[in-house]
């Protein structure tokens, strides 16, 4: 299940990056994040930052648990 998880986060952290890259210096998003919903351009970083997060809590999850 955490393996899963891993997945999940780097893809919205990878749907995040490119979707604020994409529209910040090519004026389209990348990714497939912007066919789901339509998001502002801080909407994008949220994204890629909910993905870190949530990749950090389950680093630390794992180390506590042995």
């Keep these: 299940m955490r393996g899963f998880i ?3 986060a ?3 952290v990878i749907q995040g990056l490119g979707g604020f890259i994409g529209r910040m210096w090519f004026d389209r998003e ?3 994040l912007h066919r789901l919903v339509e998001l502002p351009l ?7 930052l909910a993905g870190v997060v949530v990749l950090v809590w389950a680093d630390v999850s ?3 648990q042995g």
């Design 6 to 8: 891993n997945v999940v």
């Design 10 to 12: 780097v893809i919205a």
């Design 30 to 32: 990348w990714g497939f």
């Design 42 to 48: 801080p909407g994008y970083l949220g994204v890629a």
């Design 62 to 64: 794992k180390k506590h």
